[in-house]
């Protein structure tokens, strides 16, 4: 992922994809679930383990940050190696419905209920990462998936007459309204909109108030947001 990420790949809120693989009688039930913090990622953990706890093992592996910054793998008594490390390496290496390997606000856990037969350290590493290999594509078939996007967003004073003509046509550019506030004596308006924050959008906004105001409106910063967008 780039240094200073405009977009990335996150789970859509609320949900919470579970599969379930078996090798050797051997259970391992993956979830994934989106978090933002480590602390959450933590919760979600042992509230994971207080739910399941028959399961001899949970495993982890977790990706925060639009840089994908915070990264973290435990094996929890599994030997070295075999459990967190696979599962974080599926996390960050797997291709996501954008065409690149860009997913992060993910925690990955694999609940294991052994069956009684040791499967050595690369039958391990290769049942920990397909569990959770076969979890992420189970949440792309869902539409689970979707596009967490860097947004900046500007002030751009308009004439009360011609605020309703900009809406529409800012509209039409492809910026977001987030919303049109009217002076105290209704004779000027001050549009909020947001662009994704890359900069050749935001030098295209630029040229495009310019044409719509003929020059008379400089879009001003107004700070900066995330959101979410499906279908992407």
């Known amino acids: 992922m780039p240094e200073h990420a405009e977009s990335y790949t996150v789970l859509r809120r609320g949900a919470q994809v579970q599969h379930e693989i078996v090798r050797k009688r051997s259970r391992f039930q993956t979830v994934l679930c989106r978090v933002e913090t480590p602390e959450e990622a933590q919760r979600v953990l042992s509230g994971l383990r207080r739910e399941n706890p028959t399961a001899r093992h949970h495993c982890s592996a977790w990706v925060i940050g639009a840089e994908r910054s915070i990264q973290r ?3 929890d008594g599994e030997p ?7 599962m974080l390496a599926a996390l960050l290496k797997s291709d996501m419905p ?7 606000d ?6 294991r209920w052994f069956g009684g037969t040791l499967l050595g350290a690369g039958g391990l590493v290769s049942a920990y990462s397909d569990s959770v290999l076969d979890a992420l594509h189970k949440s792309a078939e869902q539409g689970d998936l979707v596009t967490r996007m860097s947004m900046q967003r500007f002030q751009i004073p308009a004439p ?6 900009w809406e529409n046509d800012l509209r039409a550019f492809g910026a977001e309204v987030v919303d049109t506030d009217y002076s105290s004596d209704g004779a000027a308006a001050e549009l909020l909109i ?3 924050d890359s900069t050749t959008q935001i030098a295209e906004l630029h040229r495009h108030v310019a044409r719509l105001s003929s020059g008379a409106a400089v879009p001003e910063p107004a700070g900066h947001h995330w959101v979410d967008r499906s279908g992407s």
């Open 98 to 104: 954008s065409g690149a390997a860009d997913l992060s």
């Open 194 to 196: 947001a662009v994704p």
């Open 73 to 75: 793998g435990h094996d």
């Open 160 to 165: 009360i007459t011609e605020s309703g003509r």
């Open 80 to 86: 070295s190696g075999t459990a967190g490390a696979p």
């Open 106 to 111: 993910v925690l990955a856990v694999v609940l």
